[in-house]
């Protein structure tokens, strides 16, 4: 079986300082790995995602997340957060060689102070 | 693109009534996918479609749930007879057929049952 883990329910940054959001995986092969974020009564929206190469991918709006295979990791990272950043964040994954539908994380709040 | 279109966006029903939901995927995408978000669940898989053929429907809840997707172009989700704890958010997304696709998700379902 396939799990994800945001271990952060919130965090809180000041605009202009570096952001991080946290997300490590489990799986059984190898494998693909999402970020989607989510504004209130809005849907999912896509970040970015890891297929395979190079382990630092970079996605819309300056997001970027880097893909650690020996601590099964794939923050999300950002090097300068807008107060606009402040939304849900959820990271997903799915076994390469498995099943079709995603496995979402609980999501993490990100909150971009003024 | 006009992206997956759902409907209705808001919904509020009675316990025991009949509920439908609507999904239009992306033109020209294979896969089809409902979900659900709730507080207590977060988001979960319900049900996916491959060119109209329902692969896995290990995630729905009970014979109260039921899925069809019956062109290419629509897909419903019914919900008969509602109860108050079906109460979430339902989304529909899409995908091309290569397994490191990237899911597109509409706007959501928000469903309220009485």
Not at chain 2, 35 to 43: A, E, I, N
Not at chain 2, 55 to 68: L, W
Not at chain 2, 71 to 76: D, K, L
Request: net charge neutral; glycine share 8%.
């Amino acid at each position: 079986a396939q799990s994800v883990a945001q271990p952060e329910d919130q965090v809180n940054v000041a605009e202009g300082n570096p952001l991080t959001v946290k997300c490590t995986y489990s799986v059984s092969g190898n494998p693909y790995l999402f970020w989607y974020v989510q504004y209130p009564n809005r849907g999912l929206q896509f970040l970015l995602k890891y297929i395979t190469g190079d382990n630092l991918v970079k996605g819309s709006y300056g997001f970027e997340a880097e893909f650690n295979k020996s601590q099964t990791s794939f923050h999300l990272k950002k090097p300068s957060a807008l107060v606009s950043d402040s939304a849900l964040y959820f990271c997903a994954v799915r076994d390469k060689g498995g099943r079709r539908a995603l496995t979402f994380g609980s999501g993490t709040r990100l909150q971009v102070q003024p | 693109d006009a992206g997956v279109i759902q409907s209705p966006r808001h919904e509020v029903t009675e316990m025991g009534q009949e509920v439908t939901l609507r999904c239009k995927p992306i033109s020209g995408h294979d896969y089809l996918f409902w979900y659900r978000q709730t507080m207590m669940r977060g988001l979960e898989l319900l049900i996916y479609f491959n060119n109209n053929v329902p692969i896995d429907d290990s995630g729905m809840p009970e014979d109260r749930f039921s899925a069809k997707m019956p062109n290419a172009s629509f897909s419903t989700l019914k919900i008969q007879p509602s109860e108050p704890r079906d109460s979430a958010v339902y989304f529909c997304a899409s995908s091309l057929g290569q397994p490191q696709e990237t899911q597109y998700f509409g706007p959501g379902t928000r469903l309220l049952v009485l």
